[in-house]
Nanobody, 124 residues
């Protein structure tokens, strides 16, 4: 059974940092793109960052220069380092994995597998 398990969310003050981790249950995702999306209350799920199978990243404009995505294929793990957090970053963050594409897509339908989400709350 394919599983993606996120961790690392929590409560942080504005200006602080958090690192999210997504652990995959299978090595198959090492060959495909993985990404992070987020969903705030009352809003649609939106793209945050993605990384290709080869390690090339893509970022939403709202997080560019503050968030950094990386992957460790030896550990079947993807990370999202979040710096200079602000209240608008408050959301549930979801890890996603594609079973079809290697490039870092910003489109939700590109991704076939999703984690359960981890809450990130930034206080002012």
């Amino acid at each position: 059974q394919v599983q993606l398990v996120e961790s690392g969310g929590g409560l942080v003050q504005a200006g602080g940092s958090l690192r999210l981790t997504c652990a995959a249950s299978t090595r198959i995702f090492n060959n495909y793109a993985m990404g992070w999306f987020r969903q705030a209350p009352g809003k649609e799920r939106e793209f945050v960052a993605a990384i290709s199978s080869g390690g090339s990243p893509s970022y939403a404009d709202s997080v560019k220069g503050r968030f950094f995505i990386s992957r460790d294929n030896a550990k079947n793990t993807v990370y999202l380092q979040m710096n200079s957090l602000n209240t608008e970053d408050t959301a549930v963050y979801y890890c996603a994995a594609s079973g079809r594409y290697y490039y870092p897509s910003r489109t939700r339908t590109t991704y076939d597998y999703w984690g359960q989400g981890t809450q990130v709350t930034v206080s002012s």
